[in-house]
């Protein structure tokens, strides 16, 4: 009943948007996704003895778009659940774990010519969303609740944005979660000089509190460079991110991330390779030492270091030795509908330390990814991937006894357009 009366309330909100503005533009749109795996190995080696994890998960989402010279809105609820998640009733044998949530809540206003700020519950995504990103590999994404400042100059654009997170309305203090953000702001410059070159600068500093019941934030900088070329059938990008300032517990920061990546295309095919290098340390670090594992923030953990996602939690899954990732990958385009990539990674300890074992090799893994494009309001995506360990990461892992780590998805996405009222001037 909660739930049916907060989609009464946004209903009411969009036929207000409807009525009132004929010079804005108004559009509903709906996303349904839903995903079927088969882990026997995901996130984690494959133990011998233990059966495969079924299941399908399942995101719904609902966008309300309000448009106009001056103002942007937009509201996305969404609710994601696995099938059969349901709170059985013994009365009427069916009911519901609560799943609904919001994923957008947003306005922005327009600041002179050429300016913007929003402020809400919003997405903060920037070029290859490797420190800030959607993580849409996730059912429920992420989003932040931020004031973002916009600006364009010339050629360039640059963002401003901050974050300030509290749990309650308190009175006094600051308490938070340790392993939270409390503050995080960045800035964002961006150019393209041509049809080829594209350049951007990140800054990224995010306060964590020292403890649960202190005030004291400890910041970690992030300051790099994203880029990106292409001339005919050569496409290169690349970034490089330095880290500095203090960690969570107050230790100095020193580390880095390099990834590049190159593809050419012939005819159908498109191979490529690419590197990743995430910093690490040879050392525990102990009161007075300095940290140099990298730690990627907020961007996309899919994405990067292998779809089988062993790699998302540097300090627990590398045992704070950081990772390096040597990767070929190949694309073939069956038609303008059907295409298949596969990608083979070779990982590595960027650091072994007292807590990992020498012998810093991690093994190989395979990802081979269908796409098919049913149409412009959908498209199909299957997964198969593998992982070839070494006694190294059964170690880190503590899987002794491990078996083959395999990963199968079929996943079925529709992007709908529901509604959409043009300006009038348009008509």
Same mark, same amino acid.
């Given at each position: 009943?909660?739930?049916?009366?907060?989609?009464?309330?946004?209903?009411?909100?969009?036929? =207000?948007?409807?009525?009132?503005?004929?010079?804005?533009?108004?559009?509903?749109?709906?996303?349904?996704?839903?995903?079927?795996?088969?882990?026997?190995?995901?996130?984690?080696?494959?133990?011998?003895?233990?059966?495969?994890?079924?299941?399908?998960?399942?995101?719904?989402?609902?966008?309300?778009? &309000?448009?106009?010279?001056?103002?942007?809105?937009?509201?996305?609820?969404?609710?994601?659940?696995?099938?059969? *998640?349901?709170?059985?009733? @013994?009365?009427?044998?069916?009911?519901?774990?609560?799943?609904? *949530?919001?994923?957008?809540?947003?306005?922005? /206003?327009?600041?002179?010519?050429?300016?913007?700020?929003?402020?809400?519950?919003?997405?903060?995504?920037?070029?290859?969303?490797?420190?800030?990103?959607?993580?849409?590999?996730?059912?429920?994404?992420?989003?932040?609740?931020?004031?973002?400042?916009?600006? #364009?100059?010339?050629?360039?654009?640059?963002?401003?944005?901050?974050?300030?997170?509290? !749990?309650?309305?308190?009175?006094?203090?600051?308490? &938070?979660?340790?392993?939270?953000?409390?503050?995080?702001? &960045?800035?964002?410059?961006?150019?393209?000089?041509?049809?080829?070159?594209? /350049?951007?600068?990140?800054?990224?500093?995010?306060?964590?509190?020292?403890?649960? %019941?202190?005030?004291?934030?400890? =910041?970690?900088?992030?300051?790099?460079?994203?880029?990106?070329?292409?001339?005919?059938? $050569?496409?290169?990008?690349?970034?490089?991110?330095?880290?500095?300032?203090?960690?969570?517990?107050?230790?100095?920061?020193?580390?880095?991330?390099?990834?590049?990546?190159?593809?050419?295309?012939?005819?159908? $095919?498109?191979?490529? #390779?690419?590197?990743?290098?995430?910093?690490?340390?040879?050392?525990?670090?102990?009161?007075?030492? %300095?940290?140099?594992?990298? *730690?990627?923030? &907020?961007?996309?953990?899919?994405?990067?270091?292998?779809?089988?996602?062993?790699?998302?939690?540097?300090?627990?899954?590398?045992?704070?030795?950081? /990772?390096?990732?040597?990767?070929?990958?190949?694309?073939?385009?069956?038609?303008?509908?059907?295409?298949?990539?596969?990608?083979?990674?070779?990982?590595?300890?960027?650091?072994?330390?007292?807590?990992?074992?020498?012998?810093?090799?991690?093994?190989?893994?395979?990802?081979?990814?269908?796409?098919?494009?049913?149409?412009?309001?959908?498209?199909?995506?299957?997964?198969?991937? $593998?992982?070839?360990?070494?006694?190294?990461?059964?170690?880190?892992?503590?899987?002794?006894?491990?078996?083959? @780590?395999?990963?199968?998805?079929?996943?079925?996405?529709?992007? !709908?357009?529901? $509604?959409?009222?043009?300006?009038?001037?348009?008509?």
């Amino acid at each position: 009943m909660k739930h049916v009366r907060k989609f009464f309330l946004l209903s009411c909100i969009s036929t =207000f948007f409807l009525i009132q503005n004929g010079f804005a533009q108004f559009s509903v749109d709906a996303q349904l996704r839903s995903r079927f795996e088969i882990r026997d190995g995901y996130q984690k080696l494959a133990a011998e003895g233990l059966n495969p994890a079924v299941f399908i998960s399942q995101r719904t989402r609902l966008s309300f778009s &309000y448009e106009s010279k001056l103002l942007k809105v937009k509201v996305t609820p969404q609710d994601v659940r696995i099938w059969g *998640d349901q709170a059985m009733q @013994s009365s009427t044998g069916v009911g519901d774990n609560p799943s609904l *949530d919001l994923l957008e809540a947003y306005a922005e /206003l327009k600041i002179g010519n050429n300016g913007w700020i929003s402020a809400g519950r919003q997405q903060l995504v920037y070029d290859n969303k490797r420190l800030l990103g959607d993580r849409n590999w996730n059912q429920t994404g992420i989003s932040y609740d931020a004031v973002v400042l916009k600006l #364009l100059a010339g050629t360039t654009n640059i963002h401003a944005g901050a974050v300030w997170n509290t !749990l309650l309305e308190p009175t006094s203090e600051n308490y &938070y979660p340790t392993s939270r953000i409390k503050s995080l702001n &960045y800035l964002w410059a961006n150019r393209k000089f041509n049809d080829h070159l594209t /350049l951007s600068f990140l800054h990224i500093s995010s306060g964590v509190t020292e403890t649960d %019941t202190t005030n004291a934030l400890n =910041f970690r900088h992030t300051t790099g460079f994203y880029g990106e070329y292409k001339s005919g059938n $050569f496409n290169v990008w690349g970034d490089a991110y330095y880290q500095y300032g203090k960690n969570q517990k107050g230790n100095q920061i020193s580390a880095y991330l390099i990834d590049a990546d190159a593809g050419y295309k012939l005819g159908n $095919f498109t191979p490529g #390779l690419g590197v990743g290098y995430l910093s690490g340390n040879n050392s525990t670090v102990g009161t007075d030492g %300095t940290d140099n594992l990298f *730690d990627p923030l &907020y961007g996309n953990r899919h994405k990067f270091f292998g779809a089988m996602d062993f790699y998302r939690s540097f300090a627990s899954q590398t045992k704070q030795g950081g /990772l390096s990732d040597i990767y070929l990958w190949l694309d073939y385009k069956f038609s303008k509908k059907v295409s298949l990539r596969n990608t083979i990674h070779h990982f590595a300890l960027a650091q072994a330390n007292p807590a990992t074992p020498e012998d810093k090799d991690l093994g190989i893994e395979n990802d081979l990814i269908l796409k098919y494009k049913i149409n412009e309001w959908g498209d199909l995506e299957s997964g198969y991937c $593998f992982y070839i360990p070494t006694e190294t990461l059964k170690e880190i892992q503590s899987i002794p006894e491990e078996k083959f @780590s395999q990963f199968f998805y079929i996943q079925l996405n529709i992007n !709908l357009n529901l $509604f959409k009222q043009a300006p009038s001037s348009e008509k």
